[in-house]
């Protein structure tokens, strides 16, 4: 089956912009969790969103936004970029219950100029 | 709050060797751990959970309560074990999938 799938694969913003990233899940997955990587501060939690609610929320400013639609499909949003938003976007899919195992996408690369 | 700890960046081996990947964690609940992977070019994955009690691909790893660890072992090093290794966990009285990573360990298998 298809596995997680990141659009777009890379990204060039200006700062002040805003942008928008977008995940597909497996495909019966209702789970979708939104991670920042940076060489700094590593992998960290952005949020969890399942059947269109946000379950979970790491500490990020609200500049960082998401949602979930009805066929369990995200997108993050980010306002105002900073250049220290420049990250790895991953997303990862989980079957609906807790602590399940994640299936990662390959990233959306964000460079903010 | 919960934080993971992973005190060696890289971690250079031969192969036949054993290997042990740390993992020290800081949480006063029950906590769920992970190892996952990441090959060269490929997408992060799961390698072992503790609650599953699997060894996977050679690789074991035992939750030990009493000095918060969660150490990755596998005996004999291969040259395709060769990878970023992270150490995660998730809290049990979380109704959801959140993941609290630590920094990473890359692992070098020299032939």
């Known amino acids: 089956k298809a596995g997680v799938t990141q659009t777009p694969r890379y990204l060039i913003k200006t700062r002040g912009q805003q942008v928008t990233l977008s995940c597909s899940p497996i495909?019966?997955?209702?789970?979708v969790s939104w991670y920042q990587q940076t060489p700094g501060q590593g992998l960290q939690f952005l949020f969890e969103?399942?059947?269109?609610?946000?379950?979970n929320k790491g500490n990020f400013p609200g500049r960082f936004s998401g949602r979930q639609f009805s066929n369990s499909r995200s997108e993050m949003n980010v306002s105002t970029l900073e250049l220290g938003d420049s990250a790895l976007y991953l997303c990862a899919s989980s079957l609906a219950g807790a602590q399940t195992e994640a299936f990662f996408g390959q990233g959306t690369r964000l460079t903010v100029v | 709050a919960q934080r993971v700890t992973q005190p060696e960046k890289l971690l250079s081996v031969f192969k036949g060797a054993p290997v042990e990947l740390k993992c020290n964690y800081s949480?006063?609940?029950?906590?769920?751990l992970f190892w996952y992977v990441q090959y060269s070019r490929q997408r992060l994955q799961l390698l072992l959970r503790h609650i599953s009690r699997e060894s996977i691909k050679g690789f074991t790893a035992d939750l030990n309560k009493g000095e918060t660890s969660f150490h990755l072992k596998k005996p004999f090093a291969q040259e395709e074990d060769s990878a970023m290794y992270y150490c995660?966990?998730?809290?049990?009285?979380?109704?959801?999938?959140?993941?609290?990573f630590g920094g990473g360990t890359r692992l070098m298998v020299k032939p």
């Open positions: 995660a966990l998730s809290l049990l009285n979380n109704a959801g999938n959140m993941l609290t």
């Open positions: 969103y399942f059947s269109e609610t946000q379950r």
């Open positions: 495909s019966g997955h209702r789970s």
């Open positions: 949480y006063s609940g029950s906590p769920e």
